[in-house]
């Protein structure tokens, strides 16, 4: 079974800095793909970036990066210029290509706080 | 314009009794879930539901059950409720058969069971 693995139970930012936030996983796949989501505090689960495995470019979505590094099962988000509305927890997520269900896993979430 | 609602925002019942929590999409997909989020924030899978096949995660019981009207609505049916059915529930919807079949998650419904 595949396993997502968020390290960092919490964080901290200072606005206007860089953070990382990271993620490993556990799968015997080589077709996959790799999502980051938010979670503010109203609850909503947000997409914030998704990766192919098959790509090896960087996904990018403005102030948004990620790190993938297949063979080390590794896929951090870097958030750029923290914004104080970036504070949320953070989910990290997997899906097999061929997946009946179309099911996710999430790993267990980091709480991203962002100081002024 | 909201893509994924759900009903109630909260529910607080007593253990024993029968729920339902309502989710609706309007964004045409044709595949809806369930997820179970508890205290610690673990966020698990519960069902994929599409007009096609019902996907079961092993782990839920079988007090469990989505019952769906139609592609727009995946409703989740809860028997006999207990105090660790507790959490935060999620509705999400997504577009088979895309590239990214990405998914779209409700507000969350939070549960209490006294």
């Known amino acids: 079974a595949q396993t997502v693995t968020q390290s960092q139970p919490e964080m901290s930012v200072q606005e206007a800095e860089t953070v990382t936030l990271s993620c490993t996983y556990d799968t015997s796949e080589s077709d996959y793909y790799l999502f980051w989501y938010k979670q503010p505090p109203s609850r909503q689960m947000i997409l914030v970036i998704r990766q192919e495995a098959y790509k090896q470019q960087n996904a990018t979505e403005n102030r948004f990066s990620v790190n993938f590094q297949k063979a080390a099962k590794s896929f951090s988000l870097k958030i750029s210029d923290s914004q104080l509305g970036d504070a949320a927890m953070y989910f990290c997520a997997y899906r097999k290509a061929l997946n009946a269900g179309n099911m996710l896993t999430f790993g267990g979430g980091t709480r991203l706080m962002v100081k002024p | 314009d909201t893509a994924v609602s759900q009903t109630p925002k909260y529910l607080v019942t007593q253990m024993g009794n029968d729920k339902s929590i309502k989710c609706e999409q309007n964004l045409g997909h044709d595949t809806m879930y369930w997820y179970k989020q508890d205290s610690k924030k673990f966020l698990k899978i519960m069902f994929s539901y599409n007009n096609k096949e019902l996907i079961i995660n092993e782990t839920v019981p079988n007090r469990f059950s989505p019952k769906s009207p139609d592609k727009a609505h995946l409703n989740l049916h809860i028997n006999s409720l207990e105090l660790g059915d507790s959490a935060v529930y999620f509705c999400?919807?997504?577009?088979?058969?895309?590239?990214?079949?990405?998914?779209?998650f409700g507000p969350g419904t939070r549960l209490t069971v006294l």
């Open positions: 999400a919807s997504s577009l088979a058969g895309g590239p990214w079949d990405t998914q779209y």
